[in-house]
């Protein structure tokens, strides 16, 4: 199928490269007959702007240098990677970024000094404004209303883009994201059985989901969720998928029916990880040298092989996981990693 991409700012290293995940497909999916593990690396889309967000953004700035803005507003947890992408990317393309942040369950250890996702906001030059946790999730629109208008009172324009850059414009990203996987996969010689993924947000979710059903409707689409239930996602992913279709005069429609959600690894909550969590981190980082996070491809990645053990995945052979990024929020979590170090110390 072709399609007619909007405008967009070429920010990410594409395409990231699809790799097999030999020893995890070996000793945690085989023995239970389950599929070849791939990953998509799209922690790899950039350095500093690492992660699924710049697929998005790549969209988004476009759309805001087109309609003349020259600050971009958005919103977050205090660890957001969206947060930390978008302040990079205003850096990178000469614009202002402004930074709504919720302070709450992800603001780790000793928040005073900021670790991880927060101290790169700041050096990327951000204005950031922190919010108890009520307050903003009593008046998120309220809170962009106001600061668009104080950018406006001072000359400037500014667009407002929404949680984790997630509309009808956003999942664009992942539209083309999902062309480009499909491809990868061509080249390897097939065709995968499904495409696996952490939501947050939902916008990645909804983009692989539209754009398999574009691109290679066979192609399945789960979305392990890291926050609100499976409902909540179905609904958010539907949502997005209309956004698109209406804004951008689309006749594909999304059905609902192919949305496939799993909120059986959520968790005690957004961003808390558990024991569990933390040694399927220090397994993918041992076994295959790659690093995951304890707040969105952790938790789904460890759900996918707790799925594979239970043999949800047998009628798969080949099985994508997205690695949307997120490592910046490893650091303000180091204590969960304990058992690691303790267990690599060796007396000299
Ligand atoms: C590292 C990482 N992975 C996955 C997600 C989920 O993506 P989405 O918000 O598009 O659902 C996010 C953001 O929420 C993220 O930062």
Redo the contacts with the bound molecule.
């Keep these: 199928m072709n399609i007619e991409y909007p405008a967009r700012e070429r920010l990410a290293n594409l395409p990231t490269p699809l790799q097999p995940l030999k020893r995890i497909s070996e000793n945690f999916s085989a023995p239970y007959g389950g599929p070849k593990i791939w990953i998509k690396r799209d922690d790899l889309t950039e350095s500093a702007m690492s992660?699924?967000?710049l697929r998005k953004l790549e969209f988004i700035i476009a759309e805001a240098q087109a309609r003349g803005c020259n600050t971009l507003i958005t919103c977050g947890g205090e660890q957001s990677?969206?947060c930390r992408a978008t302040a990079l990317a205003a850096a990178k393309c000469g614009l202002k970024a402004h930074l709504i942040l919720r302070q709450g369950a992800d603001a780790h250890d000793d928040d005073a000094v900021p670790d991880g996702n927060l101290l790169v906001d700041y050096l990327a030059g951000a204005e950031v404004s922190r919010y108890p946790l009520r307050e903003y999730l009593e008046d998120l629109p309220g809170l962009f209303e106001y600061w668009a208008q104080e950018y406006e009172k001072q000359g400037d324009r500014a667009l407002c883009i929404p949680t984790?850059g997630?509309d009808g414009l956003g999942i664009w990203g992942y539209i083309l994201g999902a062309e480009e996987l499909l491809e990868d996969c061509r080249r390897e010689g097939f065709t995968p059985d499904r495409l696996i993924?952490?939501?947050?947000?939902?916008?990645?979710?909804a983009g692989l989901t539209l754009g398999a059903q574009l691109f290679e409707p066979g192609v399945q689409v789960t979305g392990y969720a890291v926050c609100d239930d499976a409902a909540y996602f179905v609904n958010k992913v539907s949502e997005d998928a209309e956004d698109w279709a209406r804004r951008y005069r689309q006749s594909h429609r999304l059905d609902p029916a192919r949305i496939d959600v799993i909120d059986d690894y959520i968790g005690p909550g957004y961003a808390i990880a558990t024991e569990e969590i933390y040694q399927t981190i220090a397994l993918a980082a041992q076994l295959e040298g790659i690093l995951l996070?304890p707040v969105?491809?952790g938790k789904a990645f460890h759900g996918m092989l707790q799925d594979i053990k239970a043999g949800r995945y047998t009628d798969c052979e080949n099985l994508v996981f997205v690695h949307?990024?997120?490592q910046f929020g490893v650091f303000p979590q180091r204590t969960g990693f304990r058992s690691s170090w303790a267990s690599a110390e060796k007396g000299c």
């Excluded at 993924?197 to 979710?205: I, V």
């Design positions: 992660g699924n967000k990677n969206h984790g997630s993924c952490a939501s947050g947000s939902g916008g990645t979710q996070d969105y491809t949307t990024g997120g």
